[in-house]
């Protein structure tokens, strides 16, 4: 069974960039990754998705290399609201046959002011 | 708000007891997804279902079932419950046309049980 790989947690000083790198082995060739955002108490919420290569949108960036083996989450100027956990997903075949979804564990960011 | 409803907010039973916890999707949306959220495991998928048919199954135990009605809202029915089904029951829906990992998901504000 495939899955996917994120540092448990990370700190960062407000106004600075951060980057979260999720690994996903075998994952399926038409499968996208897409990342979620979640705060204590609160169902997770869509931040980004992609194929390969780069994403950008207003509050993100998504790099996702030519092997599509992992993929990398870019916060730009995080400040104090941006303190939750953020978990990658993506579809995952298992030996079977059928198809199933695969989140992270998720990685708990702090910003620091 | 993400435009799915979840009911109740808050759940109380004891061992061995059977719940289900209900899930309204956004309008229009044809898919429903089930996750469990518990402080050891993470967010972990349970099953999907499109349309009122099973599309995906995660790691949902025996002991738990689902299903999705005409109206398009789902329930998920968990029974002999024990300590460790205690979590956050998160319910989330999308569009349902695209493949699960090009889906966006956009997830209730979640069933907080406590089984004692």
């Known amino acids: 069974l495939a899955k996917t790989t994120q540092p448990i947690s990370m700190d960062s000083y407000e106004g600075q960039e951060v980057n979260i790198t999720c690994s996903h082995n075998?994952?399926?060739?038409?499968?996208?990754i897409t990342w979620y955002q979640q705060f204590p108490s609160q169902g997770p919420r869509f931040i980004i998705q992609g194929y390969k290569t780069k994403v950008t949108n207003e509050v993100a960036s998504l790099f996702i290399p030519a092997d599509r083996k992992s993929s990398t989450l870019s916060l730009p100027r995080v400040s104090l609201s941006d303190t939750a956990v953020y978990y990658c997903?993506?579809?995952?075949?298992?030996?079977?046959?059928?198809?199933?979804?695969?989140f992270g564990k998720g990685t708990k960011l702090s910003v620091i002011p | 708000d993400s435009g799915v409803t979840q009911t109740p907010k808050h759940l109380i039973t004891a061992t061995g007891q059977r719940v289900t916890l209900r899930c309204s999707p956004r309008?229009?949306?044809?898919?429903v997804y089930w996750y469990q959220q518990s402080l050891d495991q993470g967010l972990q998928f349970l099953i999907q279902y499109y349309n009122g048919e099973e599309r995906a199954k995660g790691n949902i135990l025996e002991r738990f079932s689902a299903q999705q009605f005409p109206d398009l809202h789902s329930e998920l029915n968990l029974s002999s419950l024990e300590l460790g089904d205690s979590a956050l029951y998160f319910c989330?829906?999308?569009?349902?046309?695209?493949?699960?990992?090009?889906?966006?998901?956009?997830f209730g504000p979640g069933t907080r049980l406590l089984v004692l």
């Open positions: 989330a829906s999308s569009v349902g046309t695209l493949r699960l990992a090009e889906e966006t998901q956009y």
């Open positions: 075998n994952i399926a060739t038409n499968d996208y």
């Open positions: 309008s229009g949306d044809l898919s």
């Open positions: 997903l993506v579809g995952d075949i298992r030996g079977a046959g059928s198809y199933q979804l695969t």
